[in-house]
């Protein structure tokens, strides 16, 4: 929590991303509610999980513009732009001229822009704060923001039978606009790295090309070669999500309020990895991918069979706890390993790869779920979680790295 006392430009950031997750904490459970309630299709509940999180795809052919463009402009454009187009949802609303094609447009726009913002707050991180202070910072940012996705997550049932659609999306509005102030005030050069004469004078897409066959000539393939499956099955789960909440009965542990539970229970996972980050980082990361992604499959698949609402709830916890210590330790490595000139392409082609399934198989999965019903699909994500458990096992190279904050860039293959 040193950074937070002593790093005024962390405070901001750290405050504006707080302020930006919690509106779309709230923003994404009520659009995806919405679909389903509105239409009763998890085809098209599929469909809304492809829109929220198909512009993923698109951060990699963004991370060379990152590199180019002024770091602090990027930031605050990004909120600005967001802010003007979630502001046209609770207008429509009011006007008669709200429809569920609407809010998938939108959403749709919102989280392209989104691509630039991700990728400049990552680039952002090793330039105000000390390199030893890299990984205090991630943990800070993520267990915090996470924090807050479980409080508003299960609040968000509530909130969208209390507030209604016209409310839910003006409070996403005004996150924007105040997570926009506080970047805004953030001390941060818009200077760039110094780079090589040659460098200076690619293209964009010969920019693009390098961040790619950095990457790819690296061991950080297999890895995203694991994260991509695993991610393909999370879009299958995704998508059923709404239906499977709808299951389960009672006030609060059914419907709407046991969507929201189960989405505070994910989120509630990850707080806890993040948080246990600093318990473990000193552990071999190969081994420790092992343990914890084996584990995660194992309890998933019981959850999901229980049947029983909190057994379910806390697989969730358990299962997703895995994921967030992981991803943690994983950014870091690639922040410290990575040259600067090339961290915005890197992270931005890294959570692509990672990521890029991730919306096809909540197309997919909504879709499927027409056929075979929505507890095969669920299930599928207990095999996602143990392929990386395998992965990392069958591949000597990645199962011997040491703990996250010793790998150097040769024990990555990164040129």
């Known amino acids: 929590m040193s950074l937070l006392r002593t790093n005024r430009n962390f405070l901001l950031l750290f405050s504006g991303r707080v302020l930006t997750n919690v509106g779309d904490?709230?923003?994404?459970?009520?659009?995806?509610?919405?679909?389903?309630?509105?239409?009763?299709?998890?085809?098209?509940?599929?469909?809304?999980?492809?829109?929220?999180?198909?512009?993923?795809?698109?951060?990699?052919?963004?991370?060379?513009?990152?590199?180019?463009?002024?770091?602090?402009?990027?930031?605050?454009?990004?909120?600005?732009?967001?802010?003007?187009?979630?502001?046209?949802?609770?207008?429509?609303?009011?006007?008669?001229?709200?429809?569920?094609?609407?809010?998938?447009?939108?959403?749709?726009v919102v989280n392209t822009v989104a691509q630039f913002g991700y990728p400049a707050?990552?680039?952002?991180?090793?330039?105000?704060?000390?390199?030893?202070?890299?990984?205090?910072?991630?943990?800070?940012?993520?267990?915090?923001?996470?924090?807050?996705?479980?409080?508003?997550?299960?609040?968000?049932?509530?909130?969208?039978?209390?507030?209604?659609?016209?409310?839910?999306?003006?409070?996403?509005?005004?996150?924007?606009?105040?997570?926009?102030?506080?970047f805004s005030l953030i001390s941060l050069s818009d200077s760039r790295p110094e780079t090589s004469g040659d460098e200076e004078a690619t293209t964009y897409v010969d920019q693009l090309r390098r961040g790619f066959e950095y990457v790819v000539g690296s061991r950080l393939r297999t890895i995203l070669l694991a994260a991509v499956v695993a991610n393909f099955t999370y879009g299958l789960m995704y998508a059923v999500?709404?239906?499977?909440?709808?299951?389960?009965?009672?006030?609060v542990l059914g419907g709407v309020g046991m969507y929201g539970l189960l989405m505070a229970a994910m989120s509630a996972g990850t707080l806890i990895g993040t948080a246990s980050v600093q318990f473990v980082d000193h552990l071999p990361f190969g081994r420790l991918v092992i343990v914890t992604y084996s584990t995660a499959a194992v309890t998933w698949g019981l959850g999901i069979v229980s049947g029983l609402p909190l057994v379910t709830l806390a697989s969730f916890v358990v299962s997703f706890s895995a994921v967030g210590v992981n991803n943690v330790m994983l950014l870091s490595v690639i922040q410290s390993t990575v040259e600067d000139r090339m961290l915005s392409r890197v992270s931005a082609i890294t959570s692509t790869a990672s990521t890029s399934m991730l919306p096809v198989g909540s197309l997919l999965g909504g879709a499927l779920a027409e056929f075979v019903g929505v507890t095969p699909i669920l299930l599928l994500q207990s095999v996602g979680l143990m392929f990386i458990a395998v992965v990392f096992l069958v591949r000597p190279q990645i199962r011997s790295l040491p703990s996250a904050d010793s790998i150097s860039p040769d024990e990555l293959g990164l040129a």
């Not at 930031?75 to 187009?85: N, R, S």
């Not at 952002?124 to 890299?134: E, F, G, K, L, S």
């Not at 049932?157 to 209390?162: D, M, Q, R, T, Y």
């Not at 999500?241 to 006030?251: C, T, V, W, Y």
């Open 241 to 251: 999500l709404p239906q499977f909440a709808d299951s389960f009965s009672g006030l």
């Open 121 to 182: 707050h990552k680039k952002a991180i090793p330039r105000i704060v000390a390199d030893d202070d890299i990984v205090e910072g991630n943990s800070l940012i993520t267990s915090s923001t996470k924090g807050l996705n479980v409080v508003f997550n299960a609040a968000s049932g509530v909130l969208v039978g209390v507030l209604g659609i016209a409310a839910i999306f003006a409070l996403d509005f005004l996150t924007f606009l105040l997570s926009f102030t506080a």
């Open 25 to 108: 904490s709230v923003y994404v459970i009520a659009s995806m509610w919405f679909v389903h309630d509105l239409t009763g299709s998890t085809a098209l509940t599929g469909l809304a999980g492809f829109i929220i999180r198909g512009p993923k795809f698109f951060r990699a052919f963004v991370g060379p513009l990152v590199d180019r463009w002024p770091l602090k402009r990027t930031i605050t454009g990004t909120e600005l732009v967001q802010a003007c187009f979630v502001a046209t949802l609770p207008l429509a609303y009011v006007q008669g001229l709200f429809s569920v094609w609407l809010l998938l447009g939108v959403t749709f």
